[in-house]
């Protein structure tokens, strides 16, 4: 059987490659950070763990926005694990970053790249929320972590970012998962950022 | 083979690594290697004060507050 550069296997997207440095990293702080809050990793690092070719230097995660005490244990477990926090070295004032709905970012001790950019979403943003609670679940090798609908994360790179790099993406995503991409999907993700488009 | 756009190239590209998964071992290369490069441009501020330097560092640029 010819093999192909991915299979979709009961609704999961499965990637046939090696791990990169870069999902080593991902995963190592997913194994922390899954401990505390669900999550949803989206942008750049979807279209790379997905074959795009391209530089970057951080990768983007939805998180649900966490109690007090729930942040300062995955931030004192992060630490321990051998994270640093380029917002600050208290739990407390890391938080409030958070509480004012800004992101704050991780890295590896004694490096500044890659960094994980962690971003606090509640129902009021409508189409985070949309993407949030509509995971597409994807495997490489023994790393599975969750990200955007593909039809979503396309449209959102399309319509909304609109950038050169988002254009790009989203024609690799295309491009890539053109045989299970799904039009009733692409209608339902339209209508969940049809209020960003009009921005 | 020759392509009109920067587009035309990402699509082919795609369309050629969903069917070669052999291109994922280039695909691996070309990041590990532009990490590896962002990383080793820092690893001359390890040390006490790494922290500190990062951060006047991500200021200057906007990246934090």
Redesign the interface.
């Known amino acids: 059987m010819?093999?192909?550069?991915?299979k979709l296997i009961d609704g999961k997207i499965i990637?046939?490659?090696?791990l990169?440095?870069?999902d080593k990293f991902v995963k190592d702080f997913l194994s922390v950070l899954t401990k505390y809050s669900d999550y949803l990793i989206v942008s750049g690092f979807v279209s790379?763990s997905t074959?795009?070719?391209r530089?970057?230097?951080d990768v983007d995660i939805l998180i649900p926005l966490l109690s007090k005490s729930e942040f300062t244990g995955l931030f004192a477990e992060l630490s321990k694990r051998g994270f640093?926090c380029?917002?600050s070295?208290l739990a407390e004032e890391a938080y409030s970053y958070l509480k004012k709905m800004s992101n704050i970012?991780f890295a590896r001790k004694?490096?500044?790249?890659?960094n994980i950019e962690i971003i606090p979403i509640t129902k009021e943003r409508k189409a985070k929320y949309y993407e949030f609670t509509h995971p597409q679940k994807i495997k490489i090798k023994e790393f599975e972590f969750k990200i955007p609908l593909i039809e979503f994360e396309i449209l959102y790179k399309e319509k909304v970012l609109a950038g050169?790099k988002d254009?790009?993406d989203a024609?690799?995503?295309?491009?890539?998962f053109?045989?299970i991409l799904s039009n009733t999907k692409f209608r339902e993700c339209e209508e969940a950022i049809k209020h960003e488009i009009s921005k | 083979m020759k392509f009109q756009s920067d587009l035309d190239y990402v699509i082919y590209y795609a369309e050629e690594m969903r069917e070669n998964p052999k291109l994922f071992n280039q695909q691996k290369k070309l990041i590990e290697s532009q990490l590896n490069a962002s990383k080793s441009l820092f690893s001359n501020w390890k040390g006490k004060y790494f922290k500190e330097k990062c951060r006047a560092y991500l200021r200057d640029r906007g990246i934090i507050v």
């Open positions: 010819k093999e192909t550069g991915y990637i046939n490659r090696e990169t440095i870069l790379i074959g795009r070719t530089a970057t230097e640093w380029y917002q070295d970012r004694n490096e500044m790249f890659p050169k254009m790009e024609a690799h995503l295309r491009a890539f053109k045989n």
